[in-house]
């Protein structure tokens, strides 16, 4: 019989190769990029942006949690949530819509703009991207910002990209060349491929007549539509999505409601936490798995305004979606309305508050231990787990939950560690060193 052996410096070879690629799947999570992911997009139409305002909507936001939760006993009654943890959580949200309400705006020339005259969206078009730059220069825009442009159908395209245009000239114009930090185009409602690819064209274009680095635009798709997430062959459809882009999209959002009327759920029961938007959702997770592409969910639109009764019932239901989105993997979602920002972060709070002594104490111990299998309370933590409780925290420091001190000391890494955002790596310098 032969000697089938295989040489040493061929295992060796081939052992190297596993263990690079082992540690890359063990870092590879939603949202595995260094950048920072906003928990929301609050969308508003065109017509109605002004350079001042996200200081105006973190004001209306204040009066609103002022007049219908204004302490914590309150806060905790609204919500549903332990005393203790409102004490933790309410402070931090008033300070959360006092120096940086929204996260990230989108001047929106779809559905919250509605179909006008050409010369009519040609004028909010300029005016916008004026307003921008005033924004831009004063210091009052939020940390991310873009545009939502119509569809790319056979009706619309043509004023599609000519928003596109318009905008992005001015505003190019309006700032000398400078684009807005962590600006980015929407495309809403993508049923082919060639929609995807044309909008890449369409940057290809823009950045070559304005000599614009290749890659500076980036953009995001709307998974709002059945042919977004299967193709007609039955194969998923968002890969392909994604290749059209041409390295270009950073973002996938869902929109609930256009996906639900896209299959024939009534408006009654048109909602984010319906079955249908689940599947979605998990297509779009595994789809994008380890890509580095943002997943956002959808949003709540019952809108908290009117009476104290009315308020409540409508921050309970807001509170709910996002925190399942967020039990989900749906790190961020929607926002329809400054009322909603209280309870948008008091959900995104919450959420990692309540569980932080809890994964501070199972990741310690499993650290500490270098990658063995440990037993704390009633849950068994193995090596996959390393990863996941990192997670945790990392997602907690990225949403403002908790800062880099709190972070670092209760999840007993250094901060070299935690920046690293590789359990792999800090297993491997602690047992190595």
Same mark, same amino acid.
């Given at each position: 019989?032969?000697?089938?052996?295989?040489?040493?410096?061929?295992?060796?070879?081939?052992?190297?190769?596993?263990?690079?690629?082992?540690?890359?799947?063990?870092?590879?999570?939603?949202?595995?990029?260094?950048?920072?992911?906003?928990?929301?997009?609050?969308?508003?139409?065109?017509?109605?942006?002004?350079?001042?305002?996200?200081?105006?909507?973190?004001?209306?936001?204040?009066?609103?949690?002022?007049?219908?939760?204004?302490?914590?006993?309150?806060?905790?009654?609204?919500?549903?949530?332990?005393?203790?943890?409102?004490?933790?959580?309410?402070?931090?949200?008033?300070?959360?819509?006092?120096?940086?309400?929204?996260?990230?705006?989108?001047?929106?020339?779809?559905?919250?703009?509605?179909?006008?005259?050409?010369?009519?969206?040609?004028?909010?078009?300029?005016?916008? #991207?004026? $307003?921008?730059?005033?924004? =831009?220069?004063? !210091? *009052? &825009?939020?940390?991310?910002?873009? +545009?939502?442009?119509?569809?790319?159908?056979?009706?619309?395209?043509?004023?599609?990209?000519?928003?596109?245009?318009?905008?992005?000239?001015?505003?190019?114009?309006?700032?000398?060349?400078?684009?807005?930090?962590?600006?980015?185009?929407?495309?809403?409602?993508?049923?082919?491929?060639?929609?995807?690819?044309?909008?890449?064209?369409?940057?290809? #274009?823009? $950045?070559?007549?304005?000599? =614009?680095?290749? !890659? *500076? &635009?980036?953009?995001?798709?709307? +998974?709002?539509?059945?042919?977004?997430?299967?193709?007609?062959?039955?194969?998923?459809?968002?890969?392909?999505?994604?290749?059209?882009?041409?390295?270009?999209?950073?973002?996938?959002?869902?929109?609930?409601?256009?996906?639900?009327?896209?299959?024939?759920?009534?408006?009654?029961?048109?909602?984010?936490?319906?079955?249908?938007?689940?599947?979605?959702?998990?297509?779009?997770?595994?789809? =994008?798995?380890?890509?580095?592409?943002?997943?956002?969910?959808?949003?709540?639109?019952?809108?908290?305004?009117?009476?104290?009764?009315?308020?409540?019932?409508?921050?309970?239901?807001?509170?709910?979606?996002?925190?399942?989105?967020?039990?989900?993997?749906?790190?961020?979602?929607?926002?329809?309305?400054?009322?909603?920002?209280?309870?948008?972060?008091?959900?995104?709070?919450?959420?990692?508050?309540?569980?932080?002594?809890?994964?501070?104490?199972?990741?310690?111990?499993?650290?500490?231990?270098?990658?063995?299998?440990?037993?704390?309370?009633?849950?068994?933590?193995?090596?996959?787990?390393?990863?996941?409780?990192?997670?945790?925290?990392?997602?907690?420091?990225?949403?403002?939950?908790?800062?880099?001190?709190?972070?670092?000391?209760?999840?007993?890494?250094?901060?070299?560690?935690?920046?690293?955002?590789?359990?792999?790596?800090?297993?491997?310098?602690?047992?190595?060193?």
């Amino acid at each position: 019989m032969a000697d089938t052996t295989i040489p040493e410096n061929a295992l060796n070879a081939f052992l190297e190769t596993l263990d690079k690629a082992n540690v890359r799947a063990a870092e590879l999570f939603p949202g595995d990029s260094p950048r920072r992911q906003p928990v929301h997009t609050v969308y508003g139409g065109a017509h109605l942006f002004t350079a001042d305002t996200t200081p105006k909507l973190g004001a209306l936001a204040l009066r609103a949690l002022d007049d219908h939760a204004p302490d914590a006993t309150a806060f905790a009654e609204v919500f549903g949530i332990d005393r203790r943890l409102a004490d933790r959580v309410h402070p931090r949200v008033i300070e959360k819509l006092t120096r940086e309400p929204v996260e990230d705006l989108r001047i929106d020339f779809e559905d919250g703009f509605g179909h006008r005259p050409d010369h009519e969206e040609d004028g909010h078009a300029v005016r916008a #991207a004026n $307003e921008v730059a005033i924004a =831009l220069s004063g !210091g *009052t &825009l939020p940390p991310a910002i873009g +545009i939502r442009i119509k569809p790319l159908n056979e009706e619309l395209k043509r004023r599609s990209l000519r928003t596109f245009d318009l905008f992005l000239t001015r505003l190019l114009d309006r700032t000398g060349g400078t684009l807005p930090p962590n600006f980015v185009v929407t495309l809403p409602k993508i049923t082919s491929p060639e929609q995807v690819a044309a909008l890449a064209s369409a940057c290809d #274009a823009f $950045e070559y007549w304005r000599q =614009l680095p290749p !890659g *500076t &635009l980036q953009f995001e798709v709307m +998974i709002e539509t059945a042919q977004a997430i299967f193709s007609a062959d039955g194969t998923v459809a968002l890969p392909r999505f994604i290749g059209e882009g041409g390295g270009r999209i950073v973002a996938a959002h869902f929109g609930t409601y256009d996906y639900t009327a896209a299959c024939s759920i009534t408006a009654a029961h048109q909602h984010m936490r319906h079955p249908a938007c689940d599947f979605a959702k998990h297509v779009m997770q595994v789809a =994008l798995a380890g890509t580095g592409i943002w997943l956002s969910d959808g949003a709540t639109n019952v809108m908290p305004i009117g009476s104290r009764e009315v308020v409540h019932r409508a921050w309970r239901l807001h509170f709910e979606h996002a925190r399942h989105s967020l039990v989900t993997g749906f790190y961020q979602g929607w926002d329809l309305h400054p009322a909603q920002l209280p309870s948008r972060y008091a959900a995104v709070y919450a959420f990692f508050l309540e569980g932080l002594d809890a994964a501070s104490e199972r990741l310690k111990q499993f650290v500490a231990q270098a990658a063995q299998a440990t037993l704390v309370g009633h849950v068994f933590d193995d090596a996959a787990t390393g990863q996941g409780l990192l997670n945790y925290f990392l997602r907690a420091l990225n949403c403002r939950a908790i800062s880099e001190q709190e972070a670092i000391e209760m999840s007993g890494l250094t901060p070299d560690e935690l920046r690293s955002r590789s359990f792999v790596r800090i297993l491997q310098r602690r047992t190595s060193g």
